[in-house]
């Protein structure tokens, strides 16, 4: 019930377009959404965050959708550039209780 | 910007030794996090660290793990005796004082065991 399960593996997208990866928990007890960028060499960076009072949270090329009743939250990551190309990790944790990782996606932006 | 400092970057040890890696959080943050990631895979959480004690640990924090924080700003993980396995990332992470908000990680100690 802890498990947090990630969408695609891996992704390659073209520069310009939009990037997706999806994530899907469990337990219905979390109450905060993070997602992670990790760059190869680096710890995990946040990158952007959301509460499922929301349904959606922009910032800036970066957008979460969060579906409460599916269980579903995913990345949107518009106008892709190769500046992008790192492994982002969807989160999930309930107050200030361990974070449960996704198991990751390498995003490539390719030219 | 304040930030989680881990050294050291990188530990090459032989099977059987002990290691001490080492954290310095952000310093008004309370709660403190050991994870770790085996190369290519997910992130993984070691043990959780408030008030002086720890407060959840996972499966994998047996009891050649320990953590502590010896003069209230290191905090530090200790693998009695380390195994092959136990190569991996190690990240510190600190979250802070009103909680509920982002967790701050370290850049890493990579543990290669040979």
């Known amino acids: 019930q802890q498990q ?8 390659i997208v073209q520069k310009g377009g939009i990037s997706i990866i999806n994530c899907a928990y469990e337990n219905t007890a979390f109450d905060y959404f993070p997602w992670y960028q990790q760059f190869p060499g ?14 959606e949270k922009k ?16 990345l949107h990551i518009m106008d892709s550039q190769p500046g992008d190309s790192a492994t982002y990790f969807c989160a999930a944790t309930k107050g200030n209780e361990k ?4 198991t990751g996606t390498r995003l490539t932006i390719i030219p | 910007e304040p ?12 099977m059987g030794q002990e290691v001490i890696l080492r954290c310095v959080p952000i310093s008004n943050h309370l709660y403190f996090y050991w994870y770790r990631q085996i190369l290519g895979q997910k992130v993984e959480f070691l043990v959780s660290f ?28 200790k693998i009695r005796s380390t195994k092959l396995e136990d190569s991996a990332m190690y990240f510190c992470a600190s979250f802070p004082r ?7 990680f370290g850049q890493g100690t990579r543990l290669t065991v040979v």
Request: aromatic share 10%.
């Open chain 1, 99 to 102: 974070l449960t990782f996704g």
């Open chain 1, 59 to 74: 910032e800036g090329r970066f957008t979460i959708s969060f579906n409460k009743s599916a269980k579903q939250f995913s």
């Open chain 2, 98 to 104: 009103t909680g509920g908000a982002e967790a701050f």
């Open chain 1, 4 to 11: 947090v399960k990630q969408s695609p593996q891996s992704l």
């Open chain 2, 50 to 77: 408030y008030n002086n004690e720890i407060s959840e640990k996972s499966e994998i924090f047996d009891d050649q793990f320990s953590v502590e924080r010896p003069d209230g700003s290191n905090f530090t993980l």
């Open chain 2, 3 to 14: 930030e989680v400092t881990q050294t050291p970057s990188h530990q090459v040890t032989q």
């Open chain 1, 42 to 55: 680096k710890g995990p960076a946040l990158l952007i965050a959301i509460r499922p009072d929301v349904s």
